[in-house]
């Protein structure tokens, strides 16, 4: 089998999971029309030429799979935070407008690194550059959090080969 059938038949899995994941029916009309959708879309993805190692980073899952419980730590932190925030009666919000250092050797992992910024709440990212992102974070504490460059280190950890 060539690497691209089976990254084909890679995508055709995680996607298949997905689907089943977060369809929650499991009657015969909607599993043929998951499955339907999951071909066309895999057909796709062979057509357009990004079922390649940027488009589907295979050799990265192991790593990013072991990063997800971080990631979800934080998530759950922040999401603390900001709960926090909006009831407070002073509501201690003090926007901010940061950019953090990228040092993530690919644009995946640069992508990586700024999807998992906009997930954690408070923050969203505005810009992403070669070496730097430009995050908006609804407090300091926030933004200086994401200075301290731990989610970026874990992202590169993530990309390493």
Do not use: F
Request: charged share 15%; proline share 5%.
């Amino acid at each position: 089998m060539t690497p691209s059938n089976t990254r084909s038949v890679l995508l055709g899995t995680l996607l298949s999971a997905l689907w089943l994941m977060l369809s929650g029916h499991w009657n015969v009309r909607l599993l043929l029309l998951g499955l339907l959708s999951v071909v066309v879309t895999v057909w796709m993805a062979r057509r357009m030429g990004i079922d390649d190692a940027e488009g589907l980073p295979v050799q990265q899952l192991p790593r990013l799979i072991a990063y997800l419980p971080w990631l979800a730590r934080a998530v759950v932190a922040s999401n603390i935070d900001v709960a926090r925030c909006v009831v407070t009666p002073s509501l201690p919000i003090e926007p901010v407008t940061v950019r953090v250092h990228a040092d993530q050797k690919t644009a995946v992992g640069r992508v990586v690194y700024a999807n998992s910024i906009t997930l954690t709440p408070g923050t969203i990212t505005l810009e992403v550059e070669e070496n730097s992102i430009e995050v908006h974070a609804l407090t300091g504490e926030g933004a200086r959090d994401l200075c301290t460059n731990e989610m970026g280190r874990r992202v590169t950890a993530c990309e390493a080969l």
